[in-house]
């Protein structure tokens, strides 16, 4: 929720520099630094890490596209004001070093880091941020962050009183505060504005841009570009972060993303030592028998992390401009709670997951523990109760089938949406299964032209405040019918209006309750149905160092900057 699109120097005041490296950043240091070795025994400077992703992103521009490759992309360009630690699900300051809060926490004044700057050595300053805010919010720009940068559906203000300070106003009371600005990838206004005046800035930085041209403030740099085989990123020399043995990160000189759709492919490829990790992937449960056996001979690491955040999800297309027969059934609340109680989410969690996964019937995991909620309704294996659901709607009798879009290159998905398809041929539902790309199956859907389409969407955060655009009737991954101008049903302005409470309520226990209503709607109203959250483990080569894996997605490039690999050897491209 999935959801969610992120030079000149000047040397700090020694004062300034003593309070930017007490947070683990560096001081306007200059490129020749960027030799000098760590710490005897600490990390390893130098050396390729390579990292398989699933597709290529369509663009290199977060802000007008999300999808989980650019998501990896991004985290290795470009930086945030602050940042949600993926680990430890704290606020940590990222490109602002400190601020202070009003006595209404709505208006929040953030102390940039000073001697900070992009990629293409233009210095950072506020003016960039509030350009990347005004990026955001243009409807020109036709973006993907509006919705998740708006609390009560009105835009967050920022202004800038001069280079080193911006003060971030929002509009109504939002208890979760700066967490809302780990959405915000901060860009290079000198490199974009011209782009955004002059209404093109959904076109800028595609992916004939010369990559040169990319600046950013994140640990890597665009360097190459092999349309359908990889992405290769090099360190920014220019990078403002250090290590806490006081060396420059990032540490790798290079990272590289090999596109590998097939993922039997990707495992033999991990197997045999020809990429580190799987930047996209979890591990299969067919393959953690032999992935075992190699941590065992001291060739992988293989962690397990617990119940995913992130499970995939069947909905059916709800969007008001459908009106056929068919349609109109998946607008039926009978008929969807007729589907979720067809399916033996047991059997599939066994078969598919060699018992590797939970068996769920609603949007939040067990896996939050902070937010996931047991009183939310539960959806048992019983055929019969949906045959009498389809038959009060006058269904009984009447010949049901829809196509079923599923990502082609992701067995998992596949083999479940095989044993949905014959569950569902009990009820007398006939399921097509239709295999498609990962940019084929985004673009159907942004379309509208499609019946049902089962995938999976990366969350942001843990906190459902900061996966607005999922929640939120208007927001651009409220799947089944995003981006509403007026809220299409009651149950969906229910929510609108609970989640609006819900990210103003004055404590943890409120929230908690007032979402856990959430939950109960959702449950009752089944707009998405969901099946079953694997267990997430990941593997890696046993050279990779400095990985804090989380559940959160990118689950190991998130912190890429300290990363190393020991034996500092390149790696094949």
Not at 177 to 182: A, E, H, P, S, V
Not at 404 to 416: A, M, Y
Request: aromatic share 8%; charged share 20%; net charge neutral.
């Amino acid at each position: 929720m999935a959801s969610n699109p992120r030079i000149f120097r000047s040397i700090a005041s020694l004062a300034a520099c003593v309070a930017v490296l007490a947070t683990g950043a560096a001081c306007g240091r200059s490129p020749a630094d960027s030799t000098n070795p760590p710490k005897p025994g600490g990390p390893v400077r130098g050396g390729t890490l390579v990292a398989s992703v699933r597709s290529e992103p369509a663009t290199f521009n977060r802000y007008v596209e999300a999808s989980a490759a650019l998501d990896v992309l991004t985290i290795l360009t470009q930086a945030t004001l602050v940042r949600i630690n993926r680990a430890t699900d704290q606020l940590e300051p990222w490109l602002a070093e400190r601020w202070t809060e009003s006595a209404d926490h709505r208006t929040f004044t953030l102390a940039l880091r000073r001697g900070i700057v992009f990629s293409d050595g233009v210095p950072f300053t506020s003016a960039d941020v509030v350009f990347s805010f005004r990026a955001a919010y243009d409807p020109r720009a036709k973006g993907v962050l509006d919705a998740s940068l708006r609390i009560e559906g009105k835009p967050i203000t920022a202004t800038a009183p001069d280079p080193q300070t911006v003060i971030i106003t929002l509009p109504a009371p939002f208890t979760p505060g700066l967490r809302l600005l780990d959405n915000l990838w901060i860009l290079p206004r000198h490199a974009l504005e011209p782009a955004l005046d002059q209404g093109r800035f959904d076109k800028a930085w595609g992916l004939n841009t010369p990559p040169a041209s990319i600046a950013g403030l994140g640990p890597f740099t665009i360097a190459e570009h092999v349309p359908g085989q990889r992405l290769v990123l090099a360190r920014n020399p220019h990078y403002w972060r250090s290590g806490t043995d006081g060396a420059p990160l990032p540490y790798l000189d290079r990272i590289v993303l090999q596109v590998m759709p097939d993922q039997n492919a990707e495992v033999l490829r991990l197997e045999t030592g020809a990429i580190d990790l799987m930047s996209q992937a979890d591990v299969r449960p067919e393959d953690y028998a032999a992935l075992r056996r190699l941590r065992e001979q001291g060739t992988l690491t293989l962690e397990d992390l617990g119940v995913s955040l992130d499970a995939p999800m069947l909905w059916f297309n709800l969007r008001q401009d459908q009106n056929d027969a068919k349609h109109q059934w998946f607008r039926r609340t009978e008929f969807r709670q007729a589907i979720s109680y067809a399916l033996d989410r047991d059997a599939i969690a066994n078969a598919v997951y060699l018992g590797a996964a939970v068996p769920i019937s609603g949007p939040v995991t067990p896996g939050n523990r902070t937010w996931y909620s047991e009183s939310a309704p539960k959806y048992a294996h019983d055929p019969a109760r949906a045959k009498a659901l389809l038959a009060s709607i006058g269904l009984g009798d009447t010949p049901i089938r829809f196509s079923l879009l599923v990502q082609s290159s992701h067995t998992t998905r596949q083999r479940v949406a095989t044993m949905v398809q014959e569950q569902l041929k009990q009820i007398g539902v006939a399921v097509d299964i239709v295999p498609m790309d990962p940019g084929s199956l985004v673009s159907a859907w942004g379309r509208g032209n499609y019946d049902a389409i089962f995938h999976a969407f990366q969350a942001s955060a843990t906190d459902p405040a900061n996966n607005l655009d999922f929640w939120r009737s208007a927001g651009d991954l409220h799947v089944w019918n995003a981006a509403q101008r007026v809220p299409a049903t009651s149950w969906e302005r229910q929510i609108d209006e609970l989640m609006a409470r819900q990210i103003a309520a004055p404590t943890l226990p409120d929230r908690q309750r007032i979402f856990a209503e959430v939950q109960r709607i959702m449950g009752e109203q089944v707009p998405a149905i969901w099946i079953v959250a694997p267990k997430v483990s990941i593997a890696m080569n046993r050279r990779v160092e400095g990985a804090t894996p989380a559940l959160l997605d990118p689950k190991v490039l998130w912190n890429a900057d300290t990363l190393y690999v020991r034996d500092g050897a390149s790696r094949p491209r």
